[in-house]
């Protein structure tokens, strides 16, 4: 797995075996409704120090704040694949029990969770650029 040093800028991936999103209902604000937060289960699970298994949770749409402070982060300036963990520890409000989720907890995390987790992240704040999509922008380019 290659770690990117920032979760939305990074080359588009190919279809993901990914378990989908499971979807929340839109968070209703005046006369709009606009989805903030999604659940998701992890493939596998972060196990916690007393061997407990947390697959559930649920991140929130991420804000231009949450990948501007990771820069400012002394780990970030010396490992800028850094800035991953640090985003999520920030954009995933809930894991199983846990409401708080640190960068150690993003770090314990079994590597294909970790990738399901960064696809995750492209997919929910729409980052993610179609393959038939960029073949258009290709072939006009052409």
């Known amino acids: ?3 990117t040093n920032n979760l939305g800028l990074g080359p588009p991936k190919t279809q993901s075996s990914a378990p989908s999103p499971i979807e929340s209902p839109p968070v209703e604000r005046g006369n709009s409704a606009i989805q903030t937060e999604f659940e998701f289960i992890l493939p596998k699970g972060y196990v916690d120090e007393d ?5 559930k949770g649920v991140m929130r749409l991420s804000r231009a704040i949450d990948e501007i402070v990771p820069l400012r982060d002394p780990r970030v300036k ?5 800035a991953t963990v640090i985003i999520l520890s920030r ?6 029990a846990l409401e708080d989720i640190s960068t150690v907890v993003i770090e314990e995390l079994f590597a294909c969770d970790l990738n399901y987790l960064q696809q995750f992240y492209r997919k929910i704040n729409d980052l993610e650029i179609e393959t038939e999509s960029l073949q258009k922008l290709e072939t006009r380019g052409t």
């Open 91 to 96: 954009v995933i409000v809930r894991l199983g």
């Open 51 to 55: 061997g407990i298994v947390h697959r």
């Open 78 to 82: 010396s490992n800028p694949a850094y």
């Open 1 to 3: 797995m290659k770690l």
